[in-house]
């Protein structure tokens, strides 16, 4: 993760790969892709509270104790308990664990400085008020895993813990979980999710890494938990069918995946970070450092208005290059673009005016007196490169390209 490396062995139970069979229903998850994703896109700062919901065998909850104080798991499964117990004392490290479902056990305690979770949050249909149970819970052709499924419809377990998780929040405290989100037909992801967003009260940031459409959804989640169509035809058929049957009731085109970063105001009652995108490219992990450091200059940012910033001077970062487009025996580029070597390495298209000013920021002249020479060299009024750029340069900031001095 952000704080670097460490090695652990962690107690888990095995997958179907192992066994050659569907999971058990009280199934407990060890180390897997999504885990170590939400492990390197956490924010390591030294914190006082840490809240892992939805612990599991405790792998979050090992990576929080070591910039945190004190770590709390929750989980509702009790054999997961008794894993992360395991492995907490196998990695002599000191947890509080605490059983029930998702926020509960957390309520009415001291609010939590960082809240991370991967939570149940796989959409799993629901039959006559629970879900569907197949071969692993019993009647139904449904499948029913402690690990992925939280009790609810569609994507509304996401949608809560992202409205409610503030309500456990420390003021500059920060959460931060994965989970996946309905594409519906004739809505725009980002109106959904950025709804809850909305009603949550918090800075937030949502990053859709992946989308899947329904079909391909069901088969990653149905082999996930052991199914497969040459051990069980019949079943797989019927819960297949069943789970687009039931997207489909919800005009659903498609499942996006990714991260959420939730922050309650330290000193104000209005939330000022709202951004959603989609990064479904390679990224470079670990993200929590680039993380911390864009929550750092959405601060600044928001607290310096145009005229502070022009008065600025501000720095390339190291990891930027410039690459340049030019045709046969041109000495005038085409094409100019920025490219992030860290973080999410993001690709700016730049005019002449932003390229000779990224060009030329190397912390000794403020971002005006850098207009003014623009202006002069290419004959431009300074108020015109000023609209132009100054919003520009502001996003530069805000995404990394650009270090304040």
């Known amino acids: 993760d952000a704080a670097g490396t460490v090695d652990w062995c962690l107690a888990s139970d095995p997958g179907e790969l192992a066994t050659g069979r569907a999971l058990r229903p009280d199934h407990v998850l060890g180390v897997g892709g999504a885990s170590t994703t939400l492990a390197q896109v956490t924010v390591r700062q030294p914190r006082g509270r840490a809240l892992d919901l939805g612990t599991g065998c405790g792998i979050q909850a090992l990576h929080a104790a070591r910039h945190c104080d004190v770590v709390v798991g929750t989980d509702v499964s009790a054999r997961a308990l008794g894993f992360a117990r395991f492995n907490a004392a196998l990695a002599g490290v000191e947890l509080e664990l605490r059983r029930g479902s998702l926020l509960d056990p957390a309520r009415g305690d001291e609010p939590f400085d960082l809240v991370v979770s991967n939570p149940p949050f796989v959409i799993t249909p629901r039959a006559g008020g629970g879900a569907a149970r ?16 939280g009790g609810r419809s569609g994507d509304d377990l996401v949608a809560e813990l992202v409205t409610e998780v503030g309500g456990v929040l420390a003021p500059g405290g920060v959460a931060q979980l994965l989970g996946n989100w309905e594409h519906r037909r004739g809505q725009d992801w980002r ?95 670990p993200l929590g450092t680039h993380l911390a450091a864009a929550l750092a200059a959405h601060d600044l940012l928001a607290a310096t208005d145009d005229d502070a910033l022009l008065a ?94």
Do not use: K, N
Not at 370 to 388: K, S, T
């Open 191 to 285: 109106e959904r999710v950025g709804a809850w967003l909305d009603a949550s009260g918090l800075d937030g940031w949502v990053v859709q890494r992946e989308v899947q459409d329904p079909a391909e959804y069901v088969e990653t989640w149905l082999r996930d938990g052991g199914a497969t169509p040459e051990r069980d035809p019949d079943g797989w058929a019927a819960a297949y069918g069943a789970w687009l049957d039931d997207f489909a009731a919800r005009d659903v085109e498609a499942v996006g995946f990714g991260f959420v970063l939730l922050r309650r105001p330290e000193d104000r009652d209005v939330p000022r970070l709202r951004r959603l995108e989609e990064r479904t490219g390679p990224v470079h992990q």
């Open 312 to 405: 600025r001077a501000l720095t390339v970062a190291p990891d930027v290059t410039e690459e340049r487009h030019l045709m046969p025996g041109s000495v005038d580029p085409t094409v100019v673009l920025l490219r992030q070597g860290g973080g999410f390495g993001r690709v700016v298209r730049a005019g002449t005016a932003l390229a000779g000013l990224v060009g030329a920021c190397d912390g000794e002249l403020t971002v005006g007196q850098l207009l003014g020479g623009i202006g002069a060299l290419l004959d431009v009024p300074v108020a015109d490169l000023r609209a132009e750029l100054v919003p520009q340069v502001r996003d530069l900031v805000a995404d990394g390209l650009l270090l304040p001095t």
């Open 134 to 149: 197949g071969a692993a819970g019993g009647a139904g052709p449904l499948p029913l895993y402690e690990y992925r499924d």
